[in-house]
């Protein structure tokens, strides 16, 4: 059976517990355990020891964070006790979608993946706490279309309404860790010839 | 019969790349002069990039990835544009004021979102044409690491009757740490 109501859709076999929402949420202030979620998200099949060797964290937590990620369904746990191997884990997508005063905005693991590198990139956490977590989305989409020219990074900073320093430092931040971009030797030169197919607006000149 | 002496070759370059190599001191900055000397050059930004590069919390300002490269004469702040953007496009008559409406206009028409304010970017699509207006043998090679822009500075020039542009485009925007300090990238291909 489905499910297809006002709250609840595509339930599958039934509708399945969503438990410790808090966790969700969490994913997004605390980012050592939005570390441990995009690590195991990565590396389907990481193991417990694997990752303990792998995050700054102590053993005790990243087990307490285990648990926890368990507890909410954003992880499952291979069944390994009967075969006597280290248990393994592999991470679920989910996407937690909030519509507050006729904005919408979706926490994602592609979000989440760039506040666990909030340590490495400070700007990621002064936008989140000086401009709130819709701006931080929005820039980082913007981001994303920047990497697919549709965009320059003082457009972004405009329709974010963020100084370019700080898009500046937020556009390294997202290109690293998502990484974007070509992989070419050299930067790409264009010349007149390279261009001049690319339609203009009459208006101006007419 | 004596040779003709190659052009001048004047390098443009926006906020982002001065911003990925860091401020100076820095063995970036370094190779960097090293680099505009060995291939004869010098780098120029419009006002509106020293001013985004500057910082304006200190006493007088000072611009940490400017200040050393200008006062050593191998980067040169452009003098500011005349005009702005309320005035409308007929009523101008100066060429240099007319490639900034139609960077502008060129920007918005490529955007995803076409409806922002490129007054800033399209000042180096600007500061091309000025130099060209002032050089009767000059080239010019720009640097930026938005491809709309970089579009913009080999498409806007060539309306003017400006041929002579290279226009190179970092992407990602970091790789202009190592790619663009070079005597390659500030040389003139003429592909």
């Keep these: 059976m489905s499910y297809d109501t006002e709250h609840v859709r595509n339930a599958g076999d039934g509708p399945a517990r969503i438990t410790g929402l808090s966790t969700f949420t969490a994913l997004l202030t605390?980012?050592?355990?939005?570390?441990?979620?995009?690590?195991?998200?990565?590396?389907?099949g990481i193991t417990a020891p694997e990752l303990i060797d792998h995050v700054s964290i102590s053993k005790k937590t990243v087990y307490d964070y285990l648990h926890r990620l368990e507890r909410a369904g954003l992880i499952v746990e291979a069944d390994a006790k009967s075969s006597g191997t280290t248990s393994t884990y592999e991470?679920?997508?989910?996407e937690l979608a909030l519509t507050i005063r006729g904005i919408e905005v979706s926490i994602t693991p592609e979000l989440v993946a760039v506040i666990a590198h909030s340590a490495e990139y400070p700007v990621i956490t002064r936008v989140c706490d000086e401009h709130g977590f819709v701006v931080f989305a929005l820039a980082h989409?913007?981001?994303?279309?920047?990497?697919?020219?549709?965009?320059?990074?003082?457009?972004?900073?405009?329709?974010?309404?963020?100084?370019?320093g700080t898009i500046y430092d937020?556009?390294?931040?997202?290109y690293a860790i998502h990484d974007l971009g070509d992989d070419a030797e050299a930067p790409t030169t264009y010349t007149p010839d390279d261009v001049a197919g690319d339609e203009r607006r009459s208006e101006l000149t007419d | 019969?004596?040779?003709?002496?190659?052009?001048?070759?004047?390098?443009?370059v926006d906020t982002v790349i001065f911003r990925t190599l860091g401020k100076a001191p820095s063995e970036h900055i370094e190779s960097l002069k090293q680099a505009v000397a060995a291939a004869g050059t010098e780098l120029w930004v419009p006002p509106a990039v020293y001013r985004e590069l500057t910082d304006s919390g200190q006493e007088p300002p000072h611009n940490p990835y400017l200040d050393s490269g200008v006062a050593d004469g191998w980067i040169r702040v452009a003098t500011p544009f005349s005009g702005d953007r309320e005035t409308s496009y007929e009523?101008?008559?100066?060429?240099?004021?007319?490639?900034?409406?139609?960077?502008?206009?060129?920007?918005?028409q490529g955007s995803k979102y076409p409806e922002t304010n490129n007054w800033r970017d399209a000042a180096v699509v600007a500061l091309a044409v000025r130099l060209f207006e002032e050089n009767t043998r000059i080239r010019v090679i720009t640097h930026t690491a938005d491809e709309n822009l970089a579009r913009a500075c080999a498409r806007i020039p060539p309306e003017f009757g400006y041929y002579d542009i290279e226009s190179r485009h970092y992407n990602p925007p970091q790789t202009a740490k190592q790619r663009f300090p070079t005597v390659e990238s500030l040389s003139w291909h003429g592909k």
């Design chain 1, 141 to 164: 989409d913007l981001i994303k279309d920047h990497s697919e020219g549709e965009i320059t990074i003082r457009q972004i900073a405009e329709l974010a309404d963020l100084s370019t």
């Design chain 2, 1 to 12: 019969m004596a040779e003709t002496a190659a052009p001048y070759t004047a390098n443009i």
């Design chain 1, 91 to 94: 991470a679920e997508a989910f």
């Design chain 2, 91 to 108: 009523s101008v008559t100066d060429p240099v004021q007319q490639a900034r409406y139609l960077a502008d206009d060129y920007l918005n």
């Design chain 1, 30 to 44: 605390n980012p050592d355990l939005a570390d441990l979620y995009t690590r195991i998200r990565r590396s389907a």
């Design chain 1, 170 to 174: 937020l556009v390294e931040a997202v």
